[in-house]
């Protein structure tokens, strides 16, 4: 007997599929009727089955009226070239917005020379399926140009309207195409396509989308996220998943409820990734050890492989920290309600249960699907004060049942930090203060306690525990990778530690203890900041990677990241891989998903930098917004980038940076020493140097490019006049362009 209700009814699940397929997405319900030769009550049973194939998300509706299989692509549809991936391969997506896939890569040689296609432009192509669970396009047409679309503010002042752009490393305007300038208004913020490249003069554009006011105080995000890219909101189809989950249940998970698990985050944290607990060991044979628990949010419990949830936070990667909002990976429903550990309420995680012993040598591990409450969320502040003697409230109630042993447990973890030397780099992290009304009110050193550390260093050995578990199963991964310094770095450190007079040695042996000295030596001296800031230069960037080779910064063999599966989508993967290997439940990775680690880290990797850059540009723009009204004002700082242009300048009251140009050092001709990363008078030898304390005047403050200009009111060092005339200099009178901004964002190990 069949087990299929509506083979009775003249057709099956599996040839309705099939019929849908075939139609891509172009068939009505009638047109499928009549391709299954159904008639009368068999039309009936009919709609029954779409009603029950779409419930179940196998099949979707389309603009037409039509159906198609969920997840499936027509094999010639009208596609736009929006990206390139970190190879260099055209990214294309589908035109019409109903049509959500997978990843689309132009076929080899098929873009820009043999068919004059570039981004931004649409096509019509013909799609196969790849290896990779994605799809391959080949050009049939081209329909349209480039539209390659920039960000400008509209000016109107005396004259034609101009169009200017907003990344102070652009040199030319445009002019807005006829009409088009009707479209804003003066001042606002625009996203302009160019519409005629003349051989002279300027360029014409189209305003294509209209953001805003440039002056506005919230203006600093919008350009950043816009002009880098950056995804925001959310598709209907991820917001209805998210507003349809339902909670997790305790079902077979281990119920670690009688376990005073806290949150300690930053007093404005919304989403809580991590909780911690730790006791004594009770073992006898690790006398003076430490039990702990780190129980992460089990964000794999509600966004599963392949789903518009999963589609949506792969394409954004990780949530994104401007000073005024977040941009968040996760609908609002998951990153701060479902998936957050909040204070009181039951929720499903994943945990790392580690036994280390009194120096903090780990002794044994193991990973739990678990069922928590949060005893308490506390802040990095008030959690500081209970162990300081001046807790109030629930941080005093906590202090000697949880508070006391997790800095017990801390102190034996710290030992074994201690033997290992990671990289210590001092690098205060300054937090912009902004106001109700989007407007900037203060600019502070971020406090770095005890509680910062202890909490680093369990999510550190937690991050460990996870890449060490997989490897154990021989499970595919995504490992966070840190380099070790290239060879050109390192030989612009050795070139000018001597300047300062500390040494590094060519050719010893490359560790993270050998930075540490360095930086140890120049302790209370006039150069620890710029030291600092050198050896963080020095160092390579963290990526995401399947292939192992450590991570140099933290010293360590094996690393993953695993704690903040709310807010990054590689810690998703690493929880995915766990659930899968250890048996901890159905919704683990996938073969599909395993194969296309490679491509995963890749992108991910990617989004993270383009988060970065947006977070540090936005940074820019609300520093030159407060410093707006201050200019004439004058500021101490230090020199902290030299170029044949000019000097980069970052000031202590607000850690900002701007240029001082080559035109504004005086009368004399500087030329550029690149060993000694100074600019020095060609007569005198009397030079600026890389680090050198200075006082500057702000000249002006642009916080629509986020650009600051000073005067330089301190005189150069003296020196010897040099003897030839190598290197690069600017002359007196020069404008010195901006050039590349000198800005460093934080580590993000």
Not at 244 to 260: H, Q, W
Not at 273 to 284: E, R, S, T, Y
Not at 293 to 299: E, G, S, T, Y
Request: proline share 5%.
């Amino acid at each position: 007997m069949s087990s299929d209700p509506y083979e009775a009814h003249g057709f099956t699940r599996k040839g309705l599929l099939e019929a849908i397929r075939l139609g891509e997405g172009a068939f009505t319900k009638r047109e499928i009727a009549r391709a299954l030769k159904l008639k009368g009550d068999q039309r009936t049973a009919l709609k029954q089955a779409l009603k029950e194939l779409e419930d179940t998300g196998q099949i979707q509706k389309t603009e037409k009226k039509g159906w198609r299989v969920a997840g499936a692509l027509p094999s010639v549809t009208v596609l736009e070239i929006h990206d390139r991936d970190v190879d260099g391969e055209f990214l294309c997506r589908p035109v019409k917005e109903d049509l959500q896939g997978p990843i689309i890569r132009l076929a080899p040689g098929k873009g820009e020379r043999g068919s004059n296609a570039g981004l931004g432009d649409r096509i019509l192509a013909r799609l196969s399926p790849d290896d990779d669970g994605g799809y391959e396009a080949r050009i049939l047409k081209k329909l349209g140009q480039a539209a390659s679309r920039t960000l400008c503010v509209l000016r109107k002042g005396q004259g034609k309207p101009r169009l200017v752009p907003v990344d102070k490393r652009a040199r030319h305007e445009m002019l807005p195409a006829r009409g088009e300038a009707e479209k804003a208004k003066d001042g606002d913020l625009v996203l302009v396509r160019i519409s005629s490249e003349r051989r002279h003069g300027m360029k014409t554009a189209v305003i294509e989308e209209v953001l805003g006011d440039a002056s506005s105080p919230r203006a600093g995000s919008v350009i950043a996220l816009a002009e880098h890219g950056v995804p925001e909101g959310f598709t209907p189809e991820e917001q209805k998943q998210a507003d349809s989950v339902k909670p997790a249940k305790l079902g077979k998970r281990e119920d670690l409820r009688d376990i005073p698990l806290i949150t300690i985050d930053p007093a404005d944290a919304r989403d809580h990734d991590d909780a911690v607990w730790a006791a004594p060991d009770d073992d006898p044979a690790n006398k003076g050890g430490w039990v702990v628990l780190v129980a992460i949010a089990d964000v794999a419990a509600y966004v599963t492989p392949d789903s518009a949830l999963d589609r949506g936070a792969r394409k954004r990667g990780v949530s994104v920290y401007l000073p005024d909002r977040v941009v968040p990976m996760l609908p609002e429903r998951l990153s701060n309600d479902l998936c957050s550990l909040r204070e009181g309420e039951e929720r499903p995680c994943l945990a790392a249960r580690m036994v280390f012993d009194r120096d903090g040598t780990k002794r044994g591990q193991r990973f739990i699907r678990g069922w928590m409450r949060s005893a308490a969320g506390l802040s990095y502040e008030q959690a500081q004060a209970a162990i300081d003697g001046k807790g109030e409230g629930k941080a005093e109630a906590l202090l000697e049942g949880v508070l006391k042993p997790l800095w017990g447990a801390y102190a034996a973890l710290k030992k074994a930090r201690d033997r290992r030397e990671p990289l210590e780099i001092d690098a205060p992290e300054k937090k912009i203060e902004v106001g109700a009304d989007g407007r900037v009110t203060g600019v502070t050193v971020r406090e770095r306690f005890d509680a910062h550390k202890l909490i680093e260093e369990m999510m550190i050995q937690a991050n460990v525990a996870a890449a060490e578990a997989l490897e154990d199963k021989r499970t595919a991964l995504i490992y966070r990778i840190h380099d070790e310094p290239g060879t050109q770095k390192l030989e612009s450190l050795a070139d000018f530690l001597p300047t300062v007079g500390l040494k590094w040695t060519r050719g010893d042996r490359v560790t993270p203890a050998r930075f540490n000295r360095v930086l140890k030596t120049s302790e209370g001296t006039d150069h620890y900041e710029t030291v600092n800031e050198v050896v963080l230069r020095s160092q390579s960037q963290a990526v995401y990677e399947t292939d192992n080779i450590g991570h140099f910064g933290l010293n360590l063999a094996k690393y993953a990241h695993f704690t903040s599966p709310i807010r990054r989508y590689a810690d998703l993967m690493v929880h995915r891989a766990l659930i899968r290997a250890y048996g901890l439940g159905s919704d683990g990775q996938t073969d599909a998903e395993a194969a296309q680690l490679d491509r995963i880290a890749e992108e991910t990797t990617s989004n993270e930098r383009r988060a970065m850059a947006a977070e540090r540009d936005a940074v820019d723009r609300f520093v030159a917004a407060w410093l707006a009204d201050r200019t004439g004002s004058e500021f101490e700082g230090r020199i902290t980038g030299v170029t044949r242009f000019g000097l980069f300048v970052r000031l202590h009251e607000t850690g900002a940076d701007g240029l001082c140009p080559v035109s504004s050092l005086g009368d004399e001709y500087f030329m550029h020493d690149e060993s000694a990363h100074a600019l020095v008078g060609q007569s005198t030898g009397a030079r600026f140097r890389l680090g050198m304390a200075v006082t500057v005047r702000l000249v002006e403050a642009t916080p629509v490019t986020g650009g600051l200009i000073f005067d330089m009111l301190t005189p150069p060092e003296s020196g010897t006049p040099p003897k030839g005339r190598g290197g690069r200099g600017g002359r007196p009178g020069r404008s010195g362009h901006s050039g590349p901004g000198h800005r460093h964002g934080r580590r993000k190990r």
